[in-house]
């Protein structure tokens, strides 16, 4: 739960993107026509997947649903695919229940969120990953290096 780095400390809260479904999706076109079949839910039949991963959710939303993490600004929830870069450098307060367990004389902690309010955006300067390749200041042609054999006055 606190992590330690260069940074300093830092508290590690996390929270599950999918769920396991307590009544299974029937995912055959009959089976859902079905009197009383339960239906997928909006947000996962809407959740915004990369292409290269549509076969493997394909597999897994008809068992798990899914559970966007909670994060407001002014009571707004903020986007799924805009949660990452709302985060990176923001203050926020976050809410979260801690989980204890006592194994083998160990103890471990996990802090599942439960709400994040934003309470101040990131003043960081976007680094230059984020700026499409017309935007970035490299210099159109490059330089190229001149190499020369060594010769001696004697030849």
Do not use: C
């Not at 002014?74 to 307060?93: K, Y």
Request: glycine share 4%.
């Amino acid at each position: 739960m606190i992590i330690r780095d260069i940074n300093g400390e830092m508290l590690r809260v996390v929270t599950n993107v999918f769920e396991p479904r307590n009544i299974r999706i029937p995912d055959s076109p009959h089976s859902q026509r079905l009197p009383n079949s339960p239906s997928m839910d909006d947000i996962t039949e809407n959740w915004p997947i990369p292409t290269e991963l549509e076969d493997d959710f394909d597999g897994i939303k008809y068992t798990h649903r899914a559970l966007p993490l909670p994060v407001f600004r002014d009571g707004i929830p903020i986007s799924p695919l805009d949660i990452n870069r709302t985060l990176d450098g923001a203050l926020v307060e976050v809410h979260f229940e801690v989980h204890h367990w006592h194994v083998s004389g160990y103890d471990s902690f996990q802090a599942k969120a439960e709400r994040i309010d934003i309470l101040r955006d990131s003043a960081l300067i976007p680094s230059k990953h984020y700026l499409n390749e017309a935007e970035d200041d490299q210099p159109a042609q490059k330089k190229q290096e001149v190499t020369q054999v060594a010769s001696s006055s004697k030849d």
